[in-house]
């Protein structure tokens, strides 16, 4: 099998729910975990003589979504039915749009192995969800809850512009991210509120047609989307090379195997029937809406990321886990712009403490009770050596969960360093008199012996010695 | 007199003044109900004590002088296509024979509010697919007039009631025909208004671009007065229009003088229509022009395309909304062992055959490799008959026509053949297809004592002019007081 | 006649429609004559013609994103011919 000879072609089909809060044609909550069929009506049920009626928000959020790719917002958009029969799908057609979809022509800059790539964007277009449908696994009855159908989804849909499964990857990542900075969505493929589908295909290295493309479905998770999408690649690949044809067809990927299935529920392929839909007028974006949706655009994660690395300083593996989460950024530079110390020690203490804390303590950002001023207090503390690196854990787990100033903690807790020189001084003094052999191996050449005379100040300090001091106290005074 | 006899203006007024009261009323109309439906069929469903109950409290309102309107007390019969919370809505269809409205639909909603008493479902062709209520899959309702004829259809049902003065008005829809040629037909008024006037929230939908309610009634006035409780704008339907309605009674009483009155040359040079059509027909413009209107020969020259638009585009849409009919939620369930064979047999039992040619003929204009030829084409050629429309009403004010080719025809005749069936319909589909305001009323009558209608049409939101047109026309006129010789002999 | 019956069960297919050996014949009789019919639209230039896709000219009014009450279980499911608990029951689709 020789992969190697083989370029692939992918091309990904992302489904993102939109964070209304109601559905996209009807009043129903969109919220997650209702029992069965409890957030539905009669247009989302698809009983006779409903019609849709749009809901704002969705076409706000959609821009957003647009002009963050960098896509051209149609002025004039068109709805359309696609029609199939399905349990989950209640008016046996899907409202979604076909010709003429509301963004066109965008495009997403990823990291790969060679550099950054731009991943351009076909079109993003604005549908309905359908319900689900639950099979009974011994083989009776299918149970459908549609409290899903009905909530809003945009379709954004690349240009087979992918080459591998890691580019694929990174690819949804920075998808999910610029969705989830823009508010838009949750980012969570495990709950199917972003769903992704693959086109893949190979062709010879060197041609110049691209191959039979297959489409994977099902695919929930991101370690699943690189799984899947390798496991296709081969499987064509050996197709081809034991001289057969990949057919066109859609497979799932089976988690538990680690392969693509054919979908062997063969209705013949999909005649989907579309045409524009009678009762929807064509979306119609009203002046100035793009403008406006663009002024109040946040800065998106690729932007942030490039800016957390050239102006903080920070490495690229700090600056990511950073900006990952928009509010843990925003709280980064808040406390930094009261710091005003090395941007990288506040990134150790971010990375380190401060989201150990929040997992155990399972709190966002925005449930954080202490003041980003209190943050910088901490640092600037440890900076003065008014507490030592260790004693400052303390205090922050202690602000961390009371919000009380970091001050007021060490103070209480008795953290406070002596930065007393004379106290330091007699200190030393007191030690290297209590331990002449080590002063005297110290002289002949053993520095290691400087750790214990360390220790043995800092022990009879009890533990407040500012250890910067201490270390030059004892070195000044062995005549170093 | 009867109750009955009066028309709803002419009730209102009664219980207005207290003379009459609305549950007399109800019971002088179930009175005939009893007495005809047994022949007529026009219901579908009787609820007796919901227009009782109704009636109870138009009752009320009015002897606390909080009376909802002019037609509060007045009671109606809804075309059963009309969603009604808590009773059985069938659209005339098996596959919805037990389905029960779980909410109003806006123009039911709009009534309550106008206090009229709902007396009961009416019968109509499945789906309202058809031309003659023959397609309901109940029986086929009888035209008053002569029991063995069609009352016309879709809306059947609430014709012939209206007719038989078994309910003193109706609600109908059109799609391409479906108020006016019964109207016709049954020698009653039929309104349907332009596209977007009154809400389609709560109808079960046939053709979404065609389908609109209107009222059916036994003279124009009270036309005036049903369609002004229902011309509301609906947020619930995206395609409901913005439009104010206008008081269409202010101007009714106006008169034709000075109005130029169009006369389609392509609607009179159809062959195969009935002389005694002709005749009456050309007598009412004539009648028109005596009252100070200008006769203007017009053409609109795509109207022999318009029978093959519609029978492209409506069943399109319609195989698309009828495709949520499908056992899984509601309507009848036939058994089958998988999915696939419980959709099949649900549907090919729940849905009559014209019901199934039309999803079947609609399914293939869509389909991959025609939809170009035929669904796009006929939406490209309707854009022309809209066009002719624009360009005519340049020089009219309002277009007059048959209704129908021809009288009432006898149950039983075009069933079996459904393009003979179809052609019921030339002269009131291109109305459908552009979206324009068209009434029918009754201009004569055959020898054989059968209603021949005359159509009016007229520009968007011009409802008020083709009321008044009517009128200047009924006024002169007794057609619309002659009664159907139902009980005699 | 316009229509093969290969066709006509292809359509009855995409429409799910269970046809009988009867209703297949009389609908590719029925049908194809009815395609006649309306093959006559081919005549007509509409080559600089736009489709009327949308009866009602304007744009309609969107709704604010307000959360309106849901149908309790009685309304959403009343009508239901097959349910388990508050969900649908449907037969089993074959994959």
Same mark, same amino acid.
């Not at chain 1, 990511?320 to 530079?333: G, H, N, T, Y």
């Not at chain 2, 002897?63 to 109606?76: C, F, I, N, Q, T």
């Given at each position: 099998m020789s992969v190697a000879d083989f370029q692939p072609v992918i091309g990904l089909e992302v489904h993102a729910q939109l964070l209304t809060r109601s559905k996209i044609f009807c009043g129903c909550s969109t919220e997650f975990g209702a029992p069965p069929n409890a957030n539905t009506c009669a247009v989302c049920l698809g009983m006779p003589g409903v019609l849709p009626v749009l809901n704002e928000k969705v076409v706000e959020y959609a821009i957003r979504v647009g002009r963050a790719l960098g896509c051209h917002i149609n002025p004039v958009s068109i709805w359309a039915r696609k029609?199939?029969?399905?349990?989950?799908?209640?008016?046996?057609?899907?409202?979604?749009?076909?010709? +003429?979809? !509301?963004?066109?022509?965008?495009?997403?800059?990823? /990291?790969?192995?060679?550099?950054?790539?731009?991943?351009?964007?076909?079109?993003?277009?604005?549908?309905?969800?359908?319900?689900?449908?639950?099979?009974?696994?011994?083989?009776?009855?299918?149970?459908?809850?549609?409290?899903?159908?009905?909530?809003?989804?945009?379709?954004?849909?690349?240009?087979?512009?992918?080459?591998?499964?890691?580019?694929?990857?990174?690819?949804l990542k920075a998808l999910r991210d610029v969705l989830v900075y823009l508010g838009v969505n949750d980012g969570n493929l495990e709950e199917g509120s972003f769903r992704c589908d693959a086109n893949v295909s190979v062709m010879r290295k060197g041609a110049t047609q691209y191959g039979q493309r297959v489409e994977l479905k099902n695919i929930n998770s991101f370690r699943f989307v690189q799984k899947a999408i390798d496991y296709e690649i081969g499987r064509q690949v050996e197709v081809i090379e034991s001289g057969g044809k990949v057919a066109q067809e859609t497979r799932l990927f089976d988690a538990v195997r680690g392969e693509t299935r054919s979908m062997r529920s063969k209705e013949e392929a999909h005649d989907y029937r579309y045409f524009p839909e009678p009762d929807l007028p064509p !979306?119609?974006?009203?002046?100035?809406?793009?403008?406006?949706?663009?002024?109040? !655009?946040?800065?998106?994660?690729?932007?942030?990321?490039?800016?957390?690395?050239?102006?903080?300083?920070?490495?690229?593996?700090?600056?990511?886990?950073?900006?990952? /989460?928009?509010? !843990?950024?925003?709280?980064?530079?808040? &406390? +930094?712009?009261?710091?005003?110390?090395?941007?990288?020690?506040?990134?150790n203490w971010f990375l380190g403490e401060l989201l150990r804390l929040m997992k155990e303590e399972a709190r966002e950002v925005s449930a954080l009770r202490f003041s980003p001023t209190?943050?910088?207090?901490?640092?600037?503390?440890?900076?003065?050596? /008014? &507490?030592?690196?260790?004693?400052?854990?303390?205090?922050?787990?202690?602000?961390?969960?009371?919000?009380?100033?970091?001050?007021?903690?060490? +103070? +209480?807790?008795?953290?406070?360093?002596?930065? /007393?020189?004379?106290?330091?001084?007699?200190?030393?003094?007191a030690v290297l008199a209590a331990n002449p052999d080590e002063v005297e191996k110290y002289r002949a050449g053993k520095k290691q012996v400087l750790g214990f005379l360390v220790g043995q100040v800092m022990k009879a300090m009890k533990g407040k010695g500012n250890p910067g001091l201490v270390n030059a106290a004892l070195k000044a005074k062995l005549g170093d | 007199?009867?109750?009955?006899?009066?028309?709803?203006?002419?009730?209102?007024?009664?219980?207005?003044?207290?003379? %009459?009261?609305?549950?007399?009323?109800?019971?002088?109309?179930?009175?005939? #109900?009893?007495?005809?439906?047994?022949?007529?069929?026009?219901?579908?469903?009787?609820?007796?004590?919901?227009?009782? $109950?109704?009636?109870?409290?138009?009752?009320?309102?009015?002897?606390?002088?909080?009376? $909802?309107? *002019?037609?509060?007390?007045? *009671?109606?019969?809804?075309?059963?296509l009309f969603l009604t919370e808590g009773l059985p809505t069938t659209a005339g269809s098996r596959i919805l024979e037990r389905f029960v409205a779980p909410y109003d639909g806006t123009a039911v909603k709009l009534l309550r509010a106008a206090g009229t008493p709902i007396l009961g479902k009416l019968n109509m062709d499945e789906f309202a697919m058809g031309s003659s209520t023959e397609n309901s899959a109940f029986f086929p309702t009888r035209n008053p007039w002569n029991l063995e004829t069609s009352p016309g259809g879709s809306s059947g049902g609430s014709a012939a009631a209206v007719a038989a003065r078994m309910v003193f008005g109706a609600l109908g829809t059109d799609t391409g025909g479906s108020i006016r040629q019964p109207a016709a037909l049954s020698g009653i008024v039929g309104l349907k208004p332009t596209y977007g006037r009154v809400s389609r929230f709560g109808v079960v939908a046939f053709a979404s671009s065609l389908d609109q309610v209107g009222p059916m009634t036994r003279d124009v006035p009270d036309c005036a007065a049903l369609l002004q409780a229902i011309a509301v704008h609906d947020p619930q339907d995206s395609t409901s229009a913005q439009v104010k309605a206008p008081d269409y009674l202010a101007e009714i009483e106006a008169g034709v003088k000075g109005m130029k009155l169009g006369l389609p040359r392509e609607y009179f040079e159809l062959p195969g229509m009935d002389p005694e059509v002709r005749a009456a027909?050309?007598?009412?413009?004539?009648? %028109?022009?005596?009252?100070?209107?200008?006769? #203007? *020969?017009?053409?609109?020259?795509?109207?022999?395309?318009?029978?093959?638009?519609?029978?492209? #585009?409506?069943?399109?849409?319609?195989?698309? =909304?009828?495709?949520?009919?499908?056992?899984?939620?509601?309507? %009848?369930?036939?058994?089958?062992? =998988?999915?696939?064979?419980?959709?099949?047999?649900?549907?090919?039992?729940?849905?009559?055959?014209?019901?199934?040619?039309?999803?079947?003929?609609?399914?293939?204009?869509?389909?991959?490799?025609y939809y170009d030829a035929y669904y796009l084409k006929a939406q490209k050629v309707r854009t022309l008959i809209k066009q002719d429309f624009v360009d005519a009403f340049r020089t009219v004010d309002a277009v007059l026509s048959p209704t129908s080719p021809t009288p009432a025809f006898r149950i039983g005749e075009r069933v079996d053949d459904p393009l003979a069936m179809y052609l019921s319909d030339v002269f009131t589909l291109p109305c459908n297809l552009a979206g324009l305001p068209g009434l029918s009323l009754p201009c004569g009558f055959t020898r054989a004592n059968l209603p021949i209608g005359l159509q009016v049409l007229g520009r968007p939101w011009d409802e008020a002019r083709v009321l008044r047109i009517a009128r200047a026309f009924e006024r002169e006129h007794d057609f619309h007081r002659r009664t159907p010789p139902l009980g005699v002999a | 006649m316009s229509l093969t019956l290969e066709e006509v069960r292809h359509v009855a297919g995409l429409a799910r429609l269970s046809l009988s050996a009867e209703e297949e014949t009389l609908m590719r009789k029925q049908l194809s004559a009815i395609l006649d019919a309306v093959a006559e639209l081919s005549q007509v230039d509409t080559s600089a013609v736009e489709p009327t896709s949308h009866a009602a000219g304007e744009a309609a009014p969107w709704r604010p994103d307000e959360v309106r009450p849901s149908f309790p279980p009685e309304k959403a499911l009343g009508n239901a011919p097959a349910k388990v608990g508050t969900s649908f029951a449907v037969p089993r689709i074959i994959e």
């Open positions: 029609n199939y029969f399905y349990p989950d799908l209640p008016k046996g057609y899907q409202i979604s749009q076909y010709d +003429q979809p !509301l963004c066109q022509h965008g495009a997403l800059e990823i /990291d790969t192995d060679d550099g950054p790539r731009r991943i351009r964007i076909l079109r993003i277009h604005l549908e309905e969800d359908a319900g689900k449908n639950v099979h009974d696994a011994g083989g009776g009855d299918s149970l459908v809850d549609l409290n899903r159908s009905g909530v809003p989804l945009v379709e954004i849909v690349s240009e087979p512009d992918i080459r591998s499964s890691t580019e694929a990857g990174e690819y !979306l119609r974006i009203p002046e100035g809406l793009v403008e406006r949706i663009e002024r109040e !655009l946040p800065e998106l994660p690729r932007a942030k990321l490039q800016r957390f690395t050239s102006t903080y300083g920070l490495p690229a593996y700090d600056a990511k886990i950073l900006v990952s /989460d928009r509010p !843990l950024a925003d709280l980064f530079e808040k &406390v +930094q712009a009261e710091y005003r110390g090395p941007a990288k020690k506040l990134s209190q943050f910088a207090a901490l640092l600037q503390m440890v900076d003065a050596g /008014d &507490v030592s690196n260790n004693a400052a854990k303390d205090v922050f787990a202690e602000m961390f969960r009371t919000g009380r100033a970091p001050r007021e903690i060490a +103070q +209480q807790k008795g953290l406070i360093q002596v930065q /007393d020189a004379g106290a330091v001084e007699a200190a030393v003094d | 007199m009867e109750p009955t006899d009066l028309s709803m203006l002419e009730l209102g007024r009664k219980l207005a003044s207290g003379e %009459l009261s609305s549950v007399e009323a109800v019971r002088a109309s179930l009175a005939r #109900v009893d007495r005809f439906d047994g022949q007529v069929k026009a219901f579908l469903r009787v609820d007796r004590e919901g227009a009782l $109950a109704q009636a109870e409290a138009a009752d009320r309102r009015r002897k606390d002088g909080r009376r $909802a309107g *002019p037609l509060d007390g007045v *009671p109606v019969g809804l075309k059963d027909v050309e007598d009412a413009t004539r009648a %028109l022009e005596k009252l100070g209107a200008q006769l #203007v *020969p017009v053409s609109l020259p795509h109207t022999r395309y318009a029978l093959a638009t519609y029978y492209l #585009v409506a069943p399109a849409e319609a195989s698309s =909304n009828l495709a949520r009919y499908d056992g899984v939620r509601y309507g %009848l369930r036939a058994d089958g062992a =998988n999915l696939l064979a419980m959709y099949g047999r649900t549907r090919d039992q729940g849905f009559g055959l014209e019901v199934k040619r039309r999803i079947m003929l609609g399914t293939y204009a869509l389909s991959a490799g | -």
